[in-house]
Structures are given as structure tokens and as C-alpha cells.
């Protein structure tokens, strides 16, 4: 599938997520967005021709469920610590050494674990990393890829 056409099948469901949740809270928007790409890109790895395509459609599907499952009960605190705790363990933990964060206001919790270093032809930096959230007592496990940016911080590829 040519990037192009994966690209239009991510902001298309997007955008149709933006729309089913718009009575919803933002922070489910989010989840659902960003677990619509996720899901469309781990599809888009399945098999090829038509059958890549019925992958990214689930893909895309069952990772905005997810993602708004998680975005509707995950408050701003939980993604505060969720993104702080991520960002120290790209820039400090060896490969297979965990990070976690706990919110002792909601209970939601969760640990950033890299997986994999690595440099780009380009020379830029990057790292693999598994980031296991539970929320509400449910346990979701999401994996991605960070580069780091010329300032120090991790930008999350996907």
C-alpha cells in the first residue's frame, strides 16, 4: 500500500472519530485518534495487496476503540506523568529497563519500557518503546518509536 493511500485512510478515520466523539471529552478524541493511527499503522505491516488494506481498516478500527477507551478515563495528570515518565526513559534507561508512573488521584498507572536503540541513515537517534498503561484496572500495552530532536526532548514517530 503506498503511503499516500495509508496517510488518507488515517486522517479520514480520524476525522470520522473527531465526529462520533464530538459529545465526548477531548481527552477521547485524542485517544481515539492517535489509536486510529496506530492500529492503521500496525495494519498497514499485515499481509498485502487487499488483504493490507482489510488489516489497516481493522487496524484503524480496534485501535480507536482502544485509544478511546483509554483517552475517556486517562485525565491530565495521567498524560502529564505518562509523557514525562516516557521521555526520561528514552533519554536514561538501558534497553529493557523500565520506567513507571503512578497518579494516586485516579489510580491509573503505567511503564515506559525502550526496546530498541538505534541511528537513522540521516545520523538521527532513535528508540523503540513499549508503554504499558492501566487504567480503571485494565491493562492496554502500546508500542512506538521516538527520534530525538535537536533540543534533547523525544518526539513520538507514531
Known amino acids: 500500500m503506498n503511503s499516500r493511500r495509508l496517510i488518507s485512510i488515517i486522517l479520514i478515520t480520524g ?3 473527531a465526529c462520533v466523539n464530538a459529545q465526548n471529552s477531548p481527552k477521547q478524541t485524542v485517544g481515539t485518534i ?3 493511527g496506530a492500529g492503521a499503522l500496525l ?4 499481509g498485502d495487496g487487499k488483504g493490507r488494506l482489510v488489516a489497516v481498516a481493522l487496524g484503524t478500527l480496534g485501535g480507536a476503540f482502544l485509544g478511546s477507551e483509554i483517552g475517556k478515563t486517562m485525565d491530565e495528570v495521567d498524560r502529564m506523568k505518562a509523557g514525562q515518565t516516557q521521555q526520561a526513559a528514552l ?3 538501558p534497553v529493557g529497563h523500565a520506567s513507571s ?3 494516586p488521584d485516579s489510580g491509573n498507572s503505567g511503564r515506559v ?3 530498541r536503540t538505534y541511528q537513522t541513515p540521516r ?3 532513535c528508540r523503540e518503546y513499549q508503554h504499558e498503561v492501566t487504567v480503571g484496572g485494565r491493562t492496554e500495552v ?4 521516538a527520534c530525538r530532536n535537536a533540543d534533547g526532548t523525544w518526539r513520538a514517530l507514531n
Do not use: K, Q, Y
Not at 43 to 46: F, L, P, Q, T, Y
Open 113 to 115: 519500557t525502550p526496546t
Open 142 to 145: 502500546m508500542t512506538g518509536t
Open 91 to 93: 533519554e536514561r534507561n
Open 101 to 103: 508512573w503512578v497518579n
Open 123 to 125: 545520523g538521527e537517534n
Open 43 to 46: 495494519g498497514s505491516h499485515v
Open 15 to 17: 476525522f470520522l472519530a
Open 34 to 36: 492517535l489509536g486510529a
